[in-house]
């Protein structure tokens, strides 16, 4: 699924500064399960920038409040015909497909970003995620035992270790497994291990995000909009 995280208030702040009506927008998908544009952080957000208004002394924002199944599936974007009526700007908890599908449908309005889509992840413990796709375009999950050298491999090679893997772990971090010893293992469990004497050829890596291990906690915190 892709994670996200919560956009920080103050920056939130600043960019709806310039609008009076704003509908925060979140999304019923993958960052609710993440914890970061769900219902519930709607609900969250939406009283925190209240709060921030009223400090300010100003009152100047009214703040309108929707979550959509999916931003990201046309399907479900009908309803903002109604929903961002009489808005200035709609503030979108949805990930970075998400706020450009609602910006497609709504040409007319600012459509702003609640939350920095992080990576595709999958979730390894309560509150926590770990990159296990980068989309590179051309998956080889197939030959790589279905562990990909990309996100899991800090160097992100594809022709077997590099030469500082040691006890199975990654020469880069110690708390991390080396990628290609983990593929090594599954080859090996599969009767598959012909398949590391393939060569792949080098690949563009300027066309495919750097590669990039990190496991949030920031979302199961607690909406994180602080
Ligand atoms: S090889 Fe890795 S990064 Fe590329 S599509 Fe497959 S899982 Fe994603
Ligand atoms: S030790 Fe393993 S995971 Fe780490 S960079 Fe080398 S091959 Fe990749």
Not at 7 to 19: D, R, S, V
Not at 114 to 130: P, Y
């Given at each position: 699924m892709i994670v996200a995280e919560a956009?920080?208030?103050?920056?939130?702040?600043?960019?709806?500064?310039?609008?009076g009506r704003i509908l925060v927008l979140g999304c019923g998908t993958c960052v609710t399960v993440c914890g970061a544009g769900g219902e519930r952080e709607v609900a969250l957000l939406h009283d925190a920038?209240?709060?921030?208004?009223?400090?300010?002394?100003?009152?100047?924002?009214?703040?309108?409040?929707?979550?959509?199944?999916?931003?990201?599936?046309?399907e479900f974007l009908d309803v903002l015909e109604e929903k961002a009526a009489n808005v200035d700007a709609v503030l979108s908890l949805g990930c970075g497909i998400g706020v450009q599908a609602v910006a497609e449908r709504?040409?007319?309005?600012?459509?702003?970003?609640?939350?920095?889509?992080?990576?595709?992840?999958?979730?390894?413990?309560?509150?926590?995620?770990?990159?296990?796709?980068?989309?590179?375009?051309?998956?080889?999950?197939?030959?790589?035992?279905?562990?990909c050298p990309i996100t899991r491999c800090t160097k992100g090679i594809l022709n077997g270790p590099c030469a500082?893997?040691?006890n199975g772990r990654c020469e880069v971090s110690k708390e991390m497994d080396c990628a290609w010893v983990l593929i090594y293992q599954r080859l090996e469990n599969m009767r598959q291990l012909e398949t590391m004497?393939?060569?792949?050829p080098p690949?563009?890596?300027?066309?495919i995000p750097r590669p990039k291990r990190v496991l949030s906690k920031i979302n199961a915190a607690g909406g994180g909009h602080e």
């Open positions: 956009k920080n208030l103050t920056e939130i702040g600043k960019t709806i500064a310039p609008y920038l209240r709060l921030m208004d009223m400090k300010a002394g100003n009152g100047k924002h009214v703040f309108l409040e929707c979550t959509l199944k999916r931003q990201c599936d046309p709504l040409p007319d309005l600012p459509v702003l970003p609640g939350v920095n889509t992080s990576f595709l992840g999958m979730a390894k413990e309560w509150g926590v995620w770990d990159e296990r796709c980068a989309a590179c375009g051309d998956c080889r999950l197939d030959e790589t035992a279905g562990i500082g893997t040691k004497r393939r060569y792949y690949r563009n890596f300027r066309a």
